[in-house]
């Protein structure tokens, strides 16, 4: 399995569920987001999609927090250590996991509230638009 399946598998499922606009691979700052997404209320997600390397992502998803509603990291369904889940409630960012079967579950992990940069957010959304 690899971070394309789980990209497939998180596009998939957010297109499902009715997201006005569904877009990989978006420039945010000196990073890129695997999937850029707006939902039907307006709010703005960031999802990075790792296979292994979660502390990775977690950094990252700390950069796509300054222009993003909603911040998750997904990956395949395993057991994460405790300490590595108690640093990803202390990034404030969700978690979602993808299934073998190409599934993505509902969030195991719930973002904290964010307050995104408006001037990075306009940008962000912009980006997502135009990629979708």
């Given amino acids: 399995m690899n971070e394309k399946t789980i990209v497939t598998a998180v596009v998939n499922a957010l297109t499902c569920k009715g997201f006005r606009y569904v877009t990989t691979e978006v420039a945010n700052f000196y990073r890129s987001v695997d999937v850029g997404a707006i939902d039907n209320k307006g709010n703005i997600w960031a999802i990075e999609c790792k296979v292994s390397n979660i502390g990775r992502a977690i950094e990252q998803s700390k950069t796509h927090k300054l222009s993003a509603d909603k911040v998750f990291i997904a ?58």
Avoid: C, H, Q
């Fill in 75 to 132: 990956t395949f369904r395993k057991n994460i250590r405790e300490n590595t889940l108690n640093r990803i409630r202390d990034a404030g960012v969700g978690l979602l996991y993808v299934t073998a079967d190409g599934l993505m579950s509902e969030p195991i992990e719930e973002p904290k509230e964010n307050r995104p940069w408006s001037l990075a957010r306009d940008r962000f959304l912009a980006r997502i638009m135009e990629g979708d």
